[in-house]
């Protein structure tokens, strides 16, 4: 059975561009007899397909509800069912947010990583988040550093999700924005500026002069520790005590207001006399005289008068 498909109107099952295509390829087309079986068989495909397409529609708006519902800051960012393959690549929405970064990037690639860590290759840079709108539409070279970057933001969300007490979606949004604007900027040759500063300041070369510095002995002393200068007074005085004779020195103590006179013995042959010597006081300033011991007469023996009187 032939039919003229140019007559034929198929405006209430095709829409008209549709339409003016199927009726072009009709009269090119030789064409064939259908039979009634035929014919059949193709009406039942038809309807499947159209119920394919009908559930599939309902599928996607189930999926992106659900999406909303548990990982909203997420689907905005990867697209919900992106998003999707990710939860249910790593198990759990908690599991995904466990993950780092670099690990939401390469999931779903991990047959390719142990093939280049096995042969020491390039290990690959994406692999379901390569499916997302952000890193569709960049460049060749900038989808690398476009997958790295939405890989960190979407590690963020997916903890915000799975831990965060409130859902709202700023997070997510303000993520996106950042990233269409950062790789658009890079798409245009841009390049980050280091300093930060304004047009016509002019900065100072930087000079490191470095200084040669010498340990200093005196930093060291402590309140048990004396000071050298002190040491060599209290040996001088010693010195000049034992060569007079004296029994006793004085040490001196230095104090930031005023000097303090500290007696100590030293042992001195005692003098035949049984007369002990007075203790005396060093005055400041004032030497000691040397004591004049007192000289005894010995008695003349009697042998010495008798030579006398001859």
Known sequence: MRTNASSTDFSDLLPEELEEQVKEAAEISMGT??????????????????????????????????????????????????????????????????????????????????????????????????????????????????????????????????????????????????????????????????????????????DNKSEVRTYSAAADSTAKKRKHSETVEIEQVVSIQVENGEPKKKKKKKNSESVVEEETTIPVDEPENDETPKKKKKKKGVKEEPVEEATVEEPVSEKKKKKKAK
């Open 33 to 206: 007899e259908i039979s009634e079986e035929d014919i059949e068989n193709i009406h039942f495909l038809a309807e499947q397909v159209i119920e394919i397409s009908d559930y599939r529609a309902q599928l996607y708006e189930y999926l992106k509800n659900r999406m909303m519902a548990i990982a909203p800051n997420l689907s905005i960012l990867v697209g919900d069912l992106v998003g999707a393959r990710l939860i249910a690549h790593a198990g759990t929405l908690i599991n995904l947010a466990k993950h780092p970064a670099s690990t939401v990037q390469i999931l779903g690639a991990e047959k390719a990583l142990f093939r280049a860590l096995k042969t020491k290759k390039d290990t690959p840079k994406y692999g379901l988040i390569y499916h997302a709108n952000l890193v569709g539409q960049a460049s060749s070279k900038m989808k690398g550093k476009a997958a790295r970057m939405l890989a960190a933001k979407s590690a963020l969300a997916a903890r915000v999700d799975a831990l965060g007490e409130e859902t709202s979606v700023a997070l997510g949004t303000e993520h996106r924005a950042y990233l269409e604007n950062r790789l658009r900027f890079l798409e245009e040759g841009g390049q980050r500026k280091i300093s930060g500063g304004k047009k016509g300041v002019k900065f100072e070369k930087y």
